[in-house]
């Protein structure tokens, strides 16, 4: 099992930016792939983004392309999320998550393809 920390979120304006980052700890996250989920209140929870255990390829939800952009440094056991040109829409809580098996992940915008989940970091966006 993995431990993950997320932090970076706050309050920001509509059109400005926020990075994220998820700390990994207890096991090596270099070959898994990892991913980047966010739940509105009242709402599901909903895939934002994904990257192989390489990071060579990147997966977004709709609402989040050419704005968003996840990556990863494996020396340092963290995941990233640049989230650029933010919107009211985008408040939520942010989860990072890890899969239980390494490398390739087939579903990677399914919330049940992953096992071990972060305690999320509030994203709020004022118009």
């Known amino acids: 099992q993995v431990q993950l920390v997320e932090s970076g979120g706050g309050l920001v304006q509509a059109g400005g930016s926020l990075r994220l980052s998820c700390a990994a700890s207890?096991?090596?996250?270099?070959?898994?792939?990892m991913g980047w989920f966010r739940q509105a209140s009242g709402k599901e929870r909903e895939f934002v983004a994904a990257?192989?255990?390489?990071?060579?390829?990147?997966f977004y939800g709709d609402s989040v392309k050419g704005r968003f952009t996840i990556s990863r440094d494996n020396a340092k056991n963290t995941v990233y999320l640049q989230m650029n040109n933010l919107k009211p829409e985008d408040t939520a809580v942010y989860y990072c998550a890890a899969p239980p098996a390494p490398g390739y992940l087939s579903l990677v915008h399914y919330s049940d393809s992953y096992e071990d989940w972060g305690q999320g970091t509030q994203v709020t966006v004022s118009s």
């Open positions: 990257i192989t255990w390489s990071g060579g390829r990147e």
């Open positions: 207890g096991r090596p996250i270099s070959t898994y792939a």
